[in-house]
């Protein structure tokens, strides 16, 4: 079997969680070293070191300013006739033959239009409404994305498949460097992410208060840690003691800030799939997060599960894992044995699997 790939994504400058995705599930292909020639196409010059070498792998590198996707890549395709393509990490072109696979990571600016400008989410739905009708099988990142898709795109649920991501375990390195680096306390609650409406911000804050009002003398304090988003609001922490907000953390000390945590508090309204859930286990961090779209399939019984609308319910959550060093130990460890079952050498398997029962 040939195997196209679109790796574009792969080669910009700061990598995205979907490009993440792309580069971590090529290079996982590569490595498990399949019965099947793959070619991967990019639309600017890897790095030599980028992906392990191969035999079985070519690249191509087909330069192109705009509408790379519709127009080079489009042309190789019709040129080479894989029987395979697979769009790991943008859409599928307008027109090219044969079969096709593309991953769908979530529906957010369909379940959550809100938290996307106008311009990006016309561009999201359109796009994503095309690939999964015109791919032949389509990868969701959760049972949760694939109900959506069916749920607002009509995709039949047999032509989809879900691949759980990779996640590795962040290195976690120097716990009090970091610490002195964002002047953050010795005890603090984290949020990890875009400072957007979708991450429940607002109500994350309004918890935290509420459960420093019920401790007056704990001096915990919450790090809303991440770049501002769109419809990023600063009334969202107004007034609120002991609420910091680092900015944007470089990756090579999120290890360390998840380690150094009392809790991740990741109550988002939507996740298509929530990497912070994972790497906070990978660390070591007990996890509060919602019962709703993908957590609980990430989470399992490894985490605490709150209702992302009820501030009551994730202050009481706070307060449990703050007063009980027995509950935060179990939640270490059921976390570390959950975290482990998603492993990219696992989700290229799976994607494999769904190649060959698509083309059989």
């Avoid at 991953?103 to 990006?120: C, E, K, N, S, W």
């Avoid at 990868?139 to 691949?163: F, M, Q």
């Avoid at 380690?259 to 912070?276: D, K, V």
């Amino acid at each position: 079997m040939r195997l196209a790939i679109d790796a574009s994504r792969t080669t910009v400058a700061r990598l995205t969680g979907t490009e993440h995705y792309a580069v971590e599930m090529i290079r996982a292909l590569i490595r498990l070293q399949p019965d099947l020639d793959i070619t991967l196409y990019f639309r600017d010059q890897p790095p030599p070191d980028l992906l392990p070498p191969s035999e079985r792998v070519s690249q191509r590198v087909i330069p192109f300013a705009r509408l790379w996707t519709h127009v080079r890549f489009a042309a190789a395709l019709w040129r080479d006739r894989p029987d395979w393509v697979w769009v790991p990490a943008h859409t599928l072109p307008a027109i090219f033959p044969g079969s096709a696979a593309v991953t769908v990571h979530d529906l957010g600016y369909r379940v959550f239009p809100q938290a996307h400008p106008p311009a990006q989410r016309l561009y999201l739905d359109l796009t994503t409404r095309w690939s999964a009708a015109r791919a032949s099988l389509v990868l969701a990142d959760s049972r949760a994305t694939a109900a959506d898709l069916t749920r607002l795109y009509g995709t039949p649920a047999e032509k989809i498949r879900v691949v759980y991501p990779g996640v590795a375990a962040p290195a976690v390195g120097d716990v009090a460097a970091v610490r002195r680096k964002y002047h953050l306390p010795e005890h603090y609650f984290l949020f990890l992410g875009t400072l957007q409406p979708r991450k429940n911000i607002a109500r994350i804050a309004q918890a935290y208060r509420r459960w420093r009002a019920d401790r007056p003398g704990d001096p915990a304090a919450l790090v809303l840690a991440g770049g501002q988003g769109w419809l990023y609001d600063p009334a969202w922490t107004a007034g609120i003691d002991g609420v910091i907000l680092p900015g944007y953390v470089d990756d090579a000390d999120k290890g360390a800030l998840y380690a150094g945590a009392l809790a991740l508090i990741f109550p988002s309204l939507y996740e298509g799939f929530g990497f912070p859930v994972l790497e906070a286990m990978h660390a070591g961090t007990p996890v509060i997060c919602s019962r709703t779209s993908s957590l609980p399939e990430l989470a399992g019984e490894a985490a605490l599960l709150v209702d992302p609308l009820d501030v009551e319910a994730i202050a009481a959550a706070m307060g449990q894992i703050a007063g009980d060093a027995g509950l935060r130990e179990s939640l270490r460890a059921k976390g570390f044995a959950q975290a482990r079952q998603f492993t990219w050498e696992a989700a290229a398997r799976s994607a494999l699997a769904a190649f060959a029962e698509g083309k059989s």
